[in-house]
């Protein structure tokens, strides 16, 4: 039988933004030694600014169009801010094609022209030689019609609580914070040493996160938990693997918040620390 403060506790936890699905979460929430995080929407802002575009032959306007029109219908971070970065209304029955490859990017056709925009993983898939980019930040890489068009530069920006969460976890008795991204090793490093995380894993398919997980799982001690952290886009399966994933922002994808065993209401990394503490009040009373 389920003591009757662990239903108080879910209601407390609730009334502070925490939705915890179940009172055997409370419990492993509890044991949590180890965080590990998505990058894109959850550490960071998942907001990106443009911030170049960089072309061989066509017009920066032109690409930056391109850009916006084949990723009309995503709804990752990197196609809001190129919509935003485009500022003009879209016509989508200029769009035909579309198909999303997670981790990779777009392939559209535009006005009946093939358009793939992502990273150089899509552009080596498509056989489509790119040019190497050192700036710092997320590179698209765009092919028009078969020939590499240029790319686009955008940065995307830490949390304003990021770090702090970080610091709260390791004060609360969180061993280990790691930080997986599809995104590359460069601006992975970058958001990892300015938020203190212990270890980072870039340029993961959302596959390879799961299988880092397990790695993860199979390190921890037998009553060390391990929290799994994502706000969404095509984090499901980690979120489900996870001793106890948990979904931050309570706009994240159903699919999402479906695998989830918390919610977080709000996209605070804060929330984080404020969850396990919760859950270890409620054990105290029920002990
Ligand atoms: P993260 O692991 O940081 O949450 P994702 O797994 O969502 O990131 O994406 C990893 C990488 O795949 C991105 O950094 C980007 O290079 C590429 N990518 C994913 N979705 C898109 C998209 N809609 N448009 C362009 N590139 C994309
Ligand atoms: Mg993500």
Redesign the pocket.
Known sequence: SIPLSFFAGIGGASKEGVLVKGSNYLETLSQVRCVVF????TLTQGVFEVSGVHHNEMENEKLLEYAALA?CA?S?P??KSLQRAYGKEIDRSRVTDIE?I?????LAKVDGIPVA???SKLMKQLGIPYKDCHSVG?I?HMAVNGSYAGHIVISDIVKPHSKEAIQKLRRSGVRKTVM????TGKVAQAVASELGVDEVYSD?L?GDKVDKVEELLAACQPKEKLAFVGDG??DAPVLSRADIGIAMGAMGSDAAIEAADVVLMDDNPMQIAKAIRISRKCLRIVY
């Open positions: 998505d990058k894109t929407g990723e995503s990752h990197i196609s999303e997670s981790g990779h990017g777009i925009a992502g990273n997320t698209i997986l991204t599809g995104d993961l959302p886009i095509n």
